[in-house]
């Protein structure tokens, strides 16, 4: 074992203890992003730092790939696509591509603790909020506000991340007072940006997170049974909305139209996913091969481009992530995505409800938002983006979680070994 040097005498000046693993995680988050508004240089600084913080313990990594090789088997269904992809090229190098974030993504939480990941996504996420309203910009049609960001959507789903993480924080009353006040601070932050980016999907989303993960602060004060009434009150309240959902179906749909501004098929989506589900017809289990079908050249790409005004060829899908990703994965890695987004949830909710802390709350709402998105919006599993990674640690915190939990009490718990820079020791999975 080896053994960790003693720190150097007061006397001797002031001691800062880095751990270089944090830093790496935060850079590479930061760069994520910022690379809508830096450009290359934030890509390059993401592949620069993410894969110096997997590389520099090469051992731990290859530990890694073994003790989840059932996430990465996600990744790799996508990079195996290639045998049959109708672009081939462009699935092998975007299959490359999310290979090494899913790494990356795995090495952040194996190596760190739940609350050390929750600080540095808060920390990163603030800095962007605070760079947007020093340097951000309004859109040109003046409908929303952009920041430093490329459009509304890619500028809510921060502000909206930056209020998760800050709610976990400021109500968690084991947290410092001072990270409370910032996060309170951070909250009010967020809030009024996400409401500049008039994006009414986001709201409805960060709201119905923040709705779900309350219950489970709520619950810090009561006993087991007492959760467990809680958790059946708020399950029957949620199937008891669904149904008045579903019945009133006409109304609410009125409603969000008339507040959103959006058609009666909102904004062509209806025409989208009959596109898709002939597409999935076609290929139902292997789908066209992962990212290769919004190509140019591509003739139903083509033809949805055109009919949208789409000049850009870029940026444009079937807002819905499981249609989307049959399209391309086919059947099988759909199974296998929602394998992975609901486990996160579905680990996430049972780590809250046993052990309400800031971390295990903020996974819960952040994989809540993530399965409500899901059914309007693509929110993963895509190369070099934040929401995969972020998808992607909740999984593997959730993992470690339950492992741990089933130690017997008493049992030792394998942990990392530290060396005199890495920060507090952090339990393995």
């Known amino acids: 074992m080896t053994a960790v040097r003693p720190r150097p005498p007061r006397s001797a000046g002031v001691f800062i203890d880095v751990c270089p693993t944090a830093v790496l995680a935060f850079l590479t988050i930061l760069s994520l992003l910022l690379v809508q508004w830096v450009g290359s240089i934030a890509a390059a600084g993401f592949l620069a730092s993410g894969c110096l913080l997997v590389v520099r313990r090469p051992h731990t990594a290859l530990l890694e790939i073994r003790r989840y090789w059932m996430i990465f088997a996600l990744a790799g269904w996508c990079l195996f696509t290639v045998l ?28 760190l603790s739940p609350l050390t990941f929750l600080r540095i996504l808060f920390s990163a ?15 040109s049609d003046g409908n929303g506000w952009l920041g430093i960001f490329g459009s509304k959507n890619a500028f809510s789903l921060p502000m909206s991340t930056l209020m998760l993480c800050a709610f976990a924080i400021m109500l968690d009353r084991n947290q410092p007072r001072s990270w409370r006040l910032v996060a309170t601070g951070a909250f009010l932050l967020g809030t009024f940006l996400l409401i500049q980016a008039q994006s009414a999907g986001q709201l409805l989303a960060t709201g119905a997170a923040l709705a779900f993960a309350l219950p489970f602060f709520l619950g810090r004060w009561l006993t087991v049974t007492q959760r467990l009434l809680l958790a059946g009150f708020t399950l029957g309240l949620g199937i008891v909305v669904t149904i008045l959902l579903v019945a009133l179906q006409d109304e609410v749909m009125a ?9 009666a098929t909102l904004t062509g989506r209806t025409e989208l996913w009959a596109l898709a589900f002939r597409e999935i017809v076609q290929h139902p289990f292997t789908g066209v091969g992962f990212q290769a079908y919004w190509v140019p050249g591509n003739p139903g790409a083509e033809a949805m481009w055109s009919e949208f005004g789409i000049e850009g060829k870029r940026g444009f899908h079937f807002h819905n992530t499981f249609i989307s990703n049959a399209v391309e994965i086919g059947a099988i890695g759909v199974a296998m995505q929602a394998a992975a987004l609901f486990g996160a949830l579905g680990l996430a909710v049972l780590w809250a409800f046993r052990e309400p802390r800031a971390e295990s709350i903020f996974l819960t ?16 599993y895509t190369q070099f983006d934040l929401m995969t990674l972020m998808l992607v640690a909740a999984l593997v ?18 942990r990392n070994v530290r060396l005199p820079s890495d920060g507090p020791p952090t339990a393995a999975a």
């Open 125 to 139: 996420h603030l800095l962007a909020a605070v760079l947007s309203v020093l340097f951000g910009r309004v859109r």
């Open 255 to 263: 409603l969000i139209l008339e507040t959103t501004g959006k058609d």
């Open 397 to 414: 915190y959730g993992v470690r979680r339950m492992r741990e939990a089933r130690l017997p009490v008493g049992a030792p718990v394998r």
């Open 365 to 380: 709402a952040l994989m809540m938002r993530s399965a409500v998105l899901s059914m309007s919006e693509v929110v993963g």
């Open 84 to 111: 049959w992809s109708q672009y081939a090229s462009l699935s092998l190098r975007y299959g490359i591509q999310l290979c090494v974030t899913f790494a990356i993504a795995v090495a952040i939480a194996n190596r």
